[in-house]
């Protein structure tokens, strides 16, 4: 099948908040066999966690999933009514979801639809496909199940980072039973190794409970929690290591699978050691619990999945800027103390994503940057990705939609956007990826752990922050990279755009931002804004009724990305937490929301979902006899077709 470049081919549908995208596997068709081979045995194992991070977000969202498909398949009422659409269109949203609560607020979502319309559903609906228990009547079903989806007292939201608040109890995060804040707390407090040169990423695979008194942690391993699950991925594995690229690779997976068997930390960080250092695989793949956005603490992982290959092409740009890693460590504007003598083994490369899963799907990064252990990432460096088949994707489905026109405040920079902004931001990203992350040290003695939860803003808002700096210096031209001015000018409209006017509209009314990357875009912007201001250096302008953001002076609004990045990197290296939350509470946080009643209302008339999502494309293994000769890579799959078939082919869990 073939694709025509138009946005209907990438752009499949939308609802509530959300577009539903596809992304194409370019390059797929021209790889060795054996290489389709591992990508499709590394895509098996990416489906097979699926059931996990809807359990970790939440303990009754597989619940909840299974009665929706459940209902969905077989009522027998009238699928023609509004009530209908609307629950249809509350499944949707679980998926996307995975589980009850918002991917990117974690606020608890309701179907329009009503309690008593739900009950009909169940009612008319073949019981054989509902989640009973052993001897649960129909009627006792649904008492369980309808305050736990309807009653918004009940986990109102996944992960609270009010710090007023216990954040343990209040989060509805399955990463804790039983437990409070202070427990927890007092708990990973007596477990980490402050003063090891190569403290583990304790706490990373478990949860922590409370039972009879005592606490423990119930470790995520083939035979503790999640097994069930985990035993295949280490099926898939296993095969994927038998078809591995070569020795480096193939040690990598080997160690994979040895973790997933025990849970045992030590080898997470060999494998992960291991898979830094296999750099020269065209395969490669994320697996594992890694991010720790998803818990308040920031301790605990969620289980995520990417499958994907090297962009030959495309990396040799990521290959200059590593290359020069130390160059840029030692011109960055912040003090000595803080930076790395020696950055090592930044790698970098342009990836084409062939298959995401866990919390990678559907709704994808662009970027990733792995390991995430602070003394592996100093002694051994970090692998670091752009995923440029997905922001392809998000570009070309967007096309023509007028957010551009409504948000920029000139025809100038419409047109420099459409024409500069894709390379402006994959520039961007490669810095944030390549090298933001990468630069800096602690000092000794600093717990990485010590910002707490003001950790994922600020550490996102140091690497933007690094390539903002760095994406107008004059080393980009020298490299090669960047070829007129234009190109950054474009990167600082949008940054700014997005961070004080557009990222706006993925907020509901009344409320505040709290997911890390937007705390991060704000706190920046809004800090530039503010420091500027003596000499106008960036304006918020009024024309009609509308706000559009300025920039006056390019070269001071770099002065000031340098002077943010300094004092945000010395917050890190010393762990300076009061100083940290003072930044992100008073530049981060707080909505204006009398501009936030007008982003929206501006946004509303352009009817674009602010939110994106990806189906997978469908590998399929042809055989000739027991041998497998081809796989072929297929597009045709809807978002609901493939969400109910992965719910009969990858649960595993109870
Ligand atoms: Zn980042």
């Known amino acids: 099948m073939t694709y025509t470049n138009d946005s209907h081919s990438f752009l499949l549908e939308q609802f509530a908040d959300i577009k539903i995208m596809r992304y194409l596997v370019s390059g797929f068709e021209s790889l060795l066999l054996k ?45 023609q009514t509004t009530d209908f659409e609307q629950f249809v269109v509350y499944t949707k949203r679980v998926w996307f979801s ?47 199940i309808i305050p736990i989806i309807f ?80 035993q295949q991925i280490i099926f898939w594995l296993e095969k994927a290591r038998n078809v591995a690229e070569n020795k480096q690779q193939e040690k990598t997976i080997e160690l994979l699978i040895k973790y997933y068997k025990t849970g045992d930390l030590q080898v997470w960080d060999d494998y992960n050691i291991a898979w830094v250092n296999d750099t020269q695989s065209k395969i490669d793949f994320v697996n594992g619990f890694i991010e720790v956005y998803g818990d308040p603490l920031g301790i605990k992982a969620t289980w995520e999945s990417v499958v994907n290959f090297k962009d030959e092409e495309a990396t040799k740009r990521t290959q200059i800027i590593s290359k020069n890693a130390q160059w840029f460590e030692d011109q960055a504007p912040t003090d000595k103390r803080f930076k790395k003598n020696q950055v090592k083994g930044v790698s970098a490369k342009v990836i084409t994503v062939a298959q995401l899963g866990g919390d990678c799907y559907p709704a994808t990064p662009i970027g990733i940057n792995l390991p995430n252990a602070d003394w592996i990432r100093k002694v051994h460096g970090s692998k670091s990705v752009t995923m440029e088949n997905i922001t392809y994707a998000y570009d070309k489905a967007a096309e023509g939609n007028g957010f551009l026109e409504e948000f920029c405040c000139s025809d100038e920079e419409v047109s420099l956007a459409k024409k500069l902004g894709p390379m402006a931001s994959n520039l961007h990203t490669d810095l944030h990826e390549c090298l ?21 803003a600020l550490e996102e808002s140091r690497a933007d922050l690094f390539a903002l ?40 009314p009344g409320k505040n931002l709290e997911q890390a990357h937007m705390r991060n875009r704000q706190l920046i912007s809004r800090w530039c ?9 960036v304006e918020l302008m009024k024309k009609e009724g509308r ?33 940290g939350k003072q930044l992100v509470e008073t530049y981060g946080v707080q909505v204006d929301a009398e501009l936030h009643h007008e982003i929206l209302e501006r946004f509303k008339k352009l009817k674009i979902a602010p939110y994106g999502g990806f189906v997978n494309p469908v590998f399929t293994p042809a055989y000739h006899g027991k041998t497998l000769v081809d796989v072929e890579v297929s597009y045709n799959e809807d978002y609901t077709q493939q969400m109910m078939r992965y719910s009969k082919e990858y649960s595993f869990l109870d």
């Open 35 to 79: 290489q389709k081979e591992l990508v499709y045995y590394l895509s098996q194992a990416a489906l097979c966690g699926r059931d996990i991070i809807f359990d970790q977000f939440y303990e009754h969202n597989l619940l909840i999933r299974r009665t929706n498909e459940a209902l969905l398949e077989s009522f027998t009422g009238d699928r």
């Open 98 to 144: 995975n589980g009850i609560h918002h991917h990117y607020s974690t606020d608890k979502f309701m179907p329009e639809c009503s309690p008593g319309y739900f009950e009909e559903l169940i009612q008319q609906s073949g019981t054989d496909l509902l989640p009973l228990q052993t001897g649960e009547t129909i009627i006792n079903f649904t008492e369980r």
């Open 151 to 230: 009653d918004r007292a009940i986990a109102p939201k996944r992960t609270v980072l009010d710090s007023s608040k216990d954040l343990v109890k209040e989060s509805a995060t399955n990463f804790y039973k039983n437990v409070s804040q202070q427990e927890a707390e007092d708990y990973i407090k007596s477990i980490i190794q402050p003063d090891a040169e190569k403290p583990l990423s304790v706490g990373l695979n478990s949860r922590l409970i409370k039972e009879n008194g005592k606490i423990k942690e119930q470790v995520y391993h083939a035979q503790g929690l999640y097994g069930k699950a985990i």
């Open 436 to 456: 933001g992350h990468g630069s800096g040290q602690l000092l000794p003695g600093t717990s990485p752990e010590a910002l707490k939860n003001y950790h994922s």
């Open 469 to 508: 700096y760095f994406i107008s210096d004059k080393k980009m031209e020298e490299l090669g990279l960047i070829d007129t001015p234009e190109v950054w000018k474009t990167e600082y409209n949008a940054y700014l755009r997005n961070g004080l006017l557009t990222q706006l509209t993925r907020i509901e």
């Open 529 to 537: 804004l503010e420091k500027g201001k003596p000499d106008k250096v």
């Open 547 to 579: 706000t559009f953001v300025v920039i006056n002076d390019y070269q001071k609004l770099r002065e000031l990305f340098g002077r943010l990045l300094s004092e945000i990197q010395r917050i890190k290296s010393e762990g300076d937490f009061g100083a």
